[in-house]
């Protein structure tokens, strides 16, 4: 599939490289860090993503401002990163090839060149394989990139899928110029005083089922306004409920502008988050999905969500 993905890229020109909705570090990092070695090679390279404003917490990673919201004319390829499906790119299929890049177990394989690894903790590490393998250059910056996508989709190394490659891909990256403690605090330790209003909101509506196993917090359109945070600022809020000891499951919910609500699900021990996702027309991993459901229907799927968990 390697060779398959190097044919597309040498024989395209003008290449937009795409990344999910409500954008997380992989699905950027992926794409910059990608992008800026295509460009060492003479490639024409637009960074598209769907939303209006991006997390500001990426902005250090280079190329970040050269992320559009507007979708090029023409292109001839479209290399999509960390999207399990389509829809989640939100553009409408056009005359170009597309290579999909994921390691979403639950990725429909809508590229014409697919290339997945459920096993690896980040995109971004398919893509950093992908690159050694076609021996484009991997600078400094490109390192930066991809090894700040690793560092956050893998939980800066703690969840299930960081193993031994893990490692050896980070301290690679690091060779190649990243540097770790920076990008860590960087990601981490520059909160905006809304996201700390938004994440005290979020703890005084946590709920806990199950004898204090499921953990469920919701926040609403209103919240995000009274507290002036963005929608991205309640990235990786899910974790402070499984961060708890008797957790084994931590549900967060968000309402959408379209009354719809965003439901997002981490879980410990041996609930299979993906299994639920997929039941609603979502997708993920076995220990982190999401998926999203119109408002009316909420408390139901809630239910039946404990009862899945029941069984």
């Not at 937009?16 to 699905?27: E, F, G, L, Y």
């Not at 005083?193 to 005290?200: C, G, T």
Request: net charge positive.
């Amino acid at each position: 599939m390697f060779k398959k993905a190097v044919n597309l890229i040498e024989k395209s020109n003008n290449i937009v490289i795409v990344s999910h909705k409500n954008p997380d570090a992989d699905t950027i990092g992926s794409m910059l860090g990608l992008g800026i070695s295509l460009k060492t090679i003479k490639k024409k390279v637009f960074y598209f993503n769907i939303e209006k404003e991006l997390p500001k917490k990426f902005d250090f990673l280079p190329s970040y401002s050269k992320i559009k919201n507007n979708f090029p004319k023409y292109c001839d390829l479209v290399i999509s990163v960390d999207c399990g499906s389509f829809d989640r790119i939100g553009i409408p299929k056009k005359n170009f090839s597309i290579l999909n890049i994921d390691h979403h177990k639950t990725n429909t394989l809508f590229g014409d060149v697919d290339i997945i690894n459920k096993d690896y903790a980040s995109t971004s590490m398919v893509v950093f394989e992908l690159l050694k393998y076609a021996k484009y250059k991997i600078s400094p910056e490109c390192a930066t990139c991809l090894y700040a996508a690793l560092a956050e989709d893998s939980g800066y190394f703690k969840f299930d899928r960081v193993n031994a490659k893990t490692f050896e891909n980070a301290s690679e990256l690091i060779n190649f110029g990243a540097k770790p403690n920076k990008i860590a605090n960087l990601l981490t330790n520059r909160n905006s005083l809304a996201k700390l209003r938004l994440m005290q909101i979020y703890l005084s509506s946590m709920e806990l089922k199950k004898y204090a196993k499921v953990c469920i917090c919701r926040l609403s359109i209103n919240d995000f306004k009274k507290s002036g945070a963005l929608i991205s600022d309640s990235e990786n809020l899910v974790q402070i409920g499984l961060s708890l000891a008797t957790v084994e499951l931590s549900i967060f919910m968000y309402e959408l502008q379209n009354r719809q609500y965003k439901i997002s699900l981490r879980s410990k021990n041996g609930i299979d988050c993906s299994e639920i996702a997929i039941y609603y027309g979502g997708g993920g991993h076995k220990k982190s999905a999401g998926f999203t459901v119109d408002l009316k229907d909420i408390d139901d799927i809630i239910d039946n969500i404990l009862k899945k968990v029941d069984r």
